[in-house]
């Protein structure tokens, strides 16, 4: 099965990332516009026909902001677990209520040709979550804004082929921003977003061969570089020893606009 995966965007501003294999696709996340998810598409000759759903991680604007005209105009089905739709669902809002689909955690079901499951990370949110997507012989793990990986999120991420996870912050930059106290502290916290050397630190010690892809997403504009995140990933594997070889594909995800198509293929 050949499998396509890009990021349309990723970070505070909006996040959203497309997988698909030769049939039909899936979105995860829709924290920009329908028109730029659109338009993305479009672009890179995919039919919005061919996407059979959306998964949603959890209800911060920059997940979901185009997540009602998907459903409406689109008639685009939306995955996510019964407390996450409660934290989405308002009288404010035109979510089309048949596109509406409950999920379990950390149970299995299919779309599209892909086996998924959620499992909850630390954010503060009302509940977050993580995908586990399984085609054929190839996992992929997408995890984004999490404070820290705990023991459950832990073995999804060990386990992925490609892996989308945060890089959000260079430690440096955020403590002497101009960010104030409180904020400072809820994006250091465990339920706040991964810094550079927690995330280098994990990858560091988890790091195998069947890791071909790692996509660094969800960089603050404010507190962190591209330049910063290599930096740091490149340092800490020199200081453990590691050498990162061939095998392993590194990409920093665009802010936004879509990365180049990662083809993943058995």
């Known amino acids: 099965m050949k499998l396509n995966f890009c990021s349309l965007s990723s970070g505070s501003s909006g996040n959203c990332y497309y ?3 030769e049939f ?13 998810i659109r338009k993305f598409l479009k672009n890179m000759d995919i039919s919005m026909q ?8 959890h209800n911060h604007t920059d997940h979901i902001k185009g997540l009602e005209v998907l459903t409406r105009k689109n008639n685009l089905p939306a995955f996510t677990t019964n407390k996450i739709w409660q934290s989405i669902l308002s009288p404010r809002n035109n979510i089309s209520r048949d596109c509406i689909r409950e999920i379990p955690l950390m149970q299995k079901f299919h779309l599209a040709g892909f086996d998924i499951e959620a499992f909850p990370v630390c954010h503060d949110a009302p509940e977050t979550i993580g995908f586990h997507i399984c085609a054929g012989e190839k996992k ?9 990986i705990c023991q459950t999120a832990a073995p999804y991420i060990k386990a992925a082929n ?13 403590v002497n921003g101009s960010y104030p106290h409180f904020l400072k ?19 560091a010690d988890n790091i195998g061969e069947n890791l071909s892809n790692i996509c660094l997403a969800h960089l603050s504009i404010n507190n962190n570089t591209p330049e910063l995140v ?10 453990r020893g590691i050498a990162l070889n061939c095998n392993h594909q ?16 058995e």
């Open 24 to 36: 039909h696709g899936i979105l995860i996340d829709a924290g920009i516009s329908a028109t730029s």
């Open 230 to 239: 290599l930096q740091s990933l490149q340092q800490t594997f020199a200081e």
């Open 50 to 57: 061919t996407i059979m759903g959306v998964l949603i991680s």
């Open 162 to 174: 490609l892996l989308v996870i945060e890089s959000n912050y260079d430690e440096q930059m955020l």
């Open 185 to 203: 502290a809820r994006i250091q916290s465990d339920h706040g977003h991964l810094g550079n050397h927690q995330t280098s630190a994990f990858l």
């Open 140 to 148: 992929i793990t997408i995890a984004t804004d999490l404070g820290h």
């Open 19 to 21: 997988l698909g294999n």
């Open 250 to 265: 590194i990409s920093i995800l665009n802010r936004n606009m879509p990365t180049d198509m990662i083809k993943l293929g």
